[in-house]
């Protein structure tokens, strides 16, 4: 029996199952026990973005550690850790001026909810206490970011222990009425927000969202009009922007962050997962200068923001984060991202014509392939767990996937090629056929 409790698994059953292990890897593929290798086709959920076993990050995190691994940042700092800030500032929207590191895109919504919320205590509005969220959106586990969270399988439970929020509806209605197109969604939901503010806005602290794609909640793509739209409301109104750019960072929609598809500069933006590459956990909130400002005071004023986490601006992962972001020069990894978001979107095509394909999203690198009954195009029933089975199906062909319910998400690394997007969607199409046939 083994020891472990594993993230968002049913116990009793993966504790019955055989499971694969990995052992290793190389570029974009990971290297099991089974002596097999697998096509990495989420990116270790949804981290790496130069492959695996890279050169070039292995010998950042070899050279650093013969220096030293970690020292705190509470009281002391570091040059990497500082390297790394200057570098974030430079290239993230511009007035992000500010970086405040932490170890998970959970903690960085944490950082971001906290000081949103002391800015206005701090700045004579004691009152705009209130966080807004979409429906269906995903900030992370713990319970901050479960209180502005949307997706009652996960969340729903923990509603007892949460902070009350205010949410609007998702600008993508798939899940919620198949008859509005696009458009519409969208529409009803700025006219949510806008309504929301007219009535509420002195009560509001900030708004959080994912822009350009909900990744948890399915691949759930809008338009960056629409970010752009709620992006000058939240102006309009006086309300911080939040965007959680933790899955979308680093290069996944096709730009380096999503928000400048919509040329959005917001008060924070949360950064996880890519920003080492996937080697590493680090995170960075990233806030303008009038929110830094506003926590600058002498000492006894008690304007500080009392929060931090034990391994905070760590040395390795700082120098991995720096190589990663060399990297991107290096091998001009973003301009190398059209033709295959194309290649992608062109698979995709043939795929869409499955009577068990109903719907797929794409953004960038980032897709979504909604999996419904082939004779009327409804969803499943919940508890046939057929998005489960079409992934454990992919694996016979090479190819690690993993579903959020119905929804096949393929996420690779930026630095994935040609046959290998063939070989990922193939193995989508043949596991589908094989599972809902
Ligand atoms: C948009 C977004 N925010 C936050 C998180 C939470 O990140 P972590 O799992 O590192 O806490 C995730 C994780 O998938 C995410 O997709």
């Known amino acids: 029996m083994s020891n472990l409790w594993y993230p968002f698994t049913a116990m009793q059953e993966w504790s019955q199952t055989s499971q694969i292990s990995i052992e290793g890897g190389q570029g974009n593929y990971l290297l099991a026990s089974n002596g097999k290798h697998y096509l990495d086709g989420v990116s270790s959920l949804w981290t790496n973005v130069h492959g695996h076993n890279h050169p070039v990050l292995n010998a950042a995190i070899k050279n650093q550690v013969d220096r030293i691994s970690h020292s705190t940042l509470l009281g002391l700092t570091n040059p990497l850790a500082e390297d790394l800030a200057k570098r974030l500032v430079e290239i993230t929207p511009q007035g992000l001026n500010h970086v405040f590191y932490s170890d998970s895109g959970s903690?960085?919504?944490?950082?971001?909810?906290?000081?949103?919320?002391?800015?206005?205590?701090?700045?004579?509005?004691?009152?705009?206490?209130?966080?807004?969220?979409?429906?269906?959106?995903?900030?992370?586990?713990?319970?901050?970011?479960?209180?502005?969270?949307?997706?009652?399988?996960?969340?729903?439970?923990?509603?007892?222990?949460?902070?009350?929020?205010?949410?609007?509806?998702?600008?993508?209605?798939?899940?919620?009425?198949?008859?509005?197109?696009?458009?519409?969604?969208?529409?009803?939901?700025?006219?949510?927000?806008?309504?929301?503010?007219?009535?509420?806005?002195?009560?509001?602290?900030?708004?959080?969202?994912?822009?350009?794609?909900?990744?948890?909640?399915?691949?759930?793509?809008?338009?960056?009009?629409?970010?752009?739209?709620?992006?000058?409301?939240?102006?309009?109104?006086?309300?911080?922007?939040?965007?959680?750019?933790?899955?979308?960072?680093?290069?996944?929609?096709?730009?380096?962050?999503?928000a400048e598809q919509a040329q959005v500069n917001p008060d924070f933006m949360c950064l996880a997962k890519g920003i080492t590459g996937g080697y590493l956990p680090l995170a960075a909130t990233l806030s303008t200068s009038r929110i830094y400002e506003a926590f600058l005071a002498p000492?006894?004023?008690?304007?500080?923001?009392?929060?931090?986490?034990?391994?905070?601006?760590?040395?390795?992962?700082?120098?991995?984060?720096?190589?990663?972001?060399?990297?991107?020069?290096?091998?001009?990894?973003i301009s190398k991202l059209p033709p295959k978001i194309a290649y992608l979107r062109g698979r995709l095509e043939t795929l869409r014509k499955n009577p068990n394909v109903g719907d797929i999203r794409q953004c960038g690198l980032m897709v979504g392939i909604e999996i419904v009954e082939r004779e009327n195009?409804?969803?499943?029933?919940?508890?046939?767990?057929?998005?489960?089975?079409?992934?454990?199906?992919?694996?016979?062909?090479?190819?690690?996937?993993?579903?959020?319910?119905?929804?096949?998400?393929?996420?690779?690394?930026l630095s994935i090629e040609l046959p290998e997007i063939a070989l990922m969607v193939d193995a989508v199409q043949s596991g589908i056929e094989e599972v809902c046939r």
């Open 107 to 258: 903690t960085a919504v944490e950082i971001a909810l906290k000081q949103a919320f002391q800015y206005w205590q701090l700045t004579g509005k004691p009152e705009k206490t209130r966080l807004v969220h979409l429906d269906e959106a995903y900030h992370g586990d713990t319970l901050g970011a479960v209180a502005v969270g949307g997706i009652d399988i996960f969340h729903e439970i923990f509603g007892p222990l949460l902070i009350p929020t205010d949410s609007i509806p998702c600008p993508n209605s798939f899940h919620r009425d198949r008859s509005a197109n696009q458009e519409q969604a969208e529409t009803q939901s700025l006219e949510s927000l806008q309504q929301l503010l007219k009535e509420s806005a002195s009560k509001i602290a900030a708004l959080i969202m994912e822009p350009l794609v909900q990744g948890a909640g399915g691949i759930l793509t809008h338009t960056p009009r629409y970010l752009s739209q709620l992006a000058a409301l939240c102006k309009e109104f006086d309300i911080l922007l939040i965007l959680d750019e933790v899955a979308t960072g680093f290069g996944r929609t096709g730009t380096l962050f999503a």
């Open 299 to 333: 000492r006894e004023d008690g304007k500080t923001f009392f929060h931090g986490h034990t391994y905070t601006g760590n040395a390795l992962a700082c120098a991995v984060a720096i190589a990663n972001l060399e990297l991107f020069e290096q091998e001009s990894t």
């Open 377 to 413: 195009a409804s969803a499943y029933p919940t508890k046939s767990f057929i998005g489960d089975k079409i992934c454990q199906a992919v694996r016979a062909h090479g190819v690690i996937l993993r579903n959020l319910s119905d929804v096949i998400v393929l996420m690779p690394p």
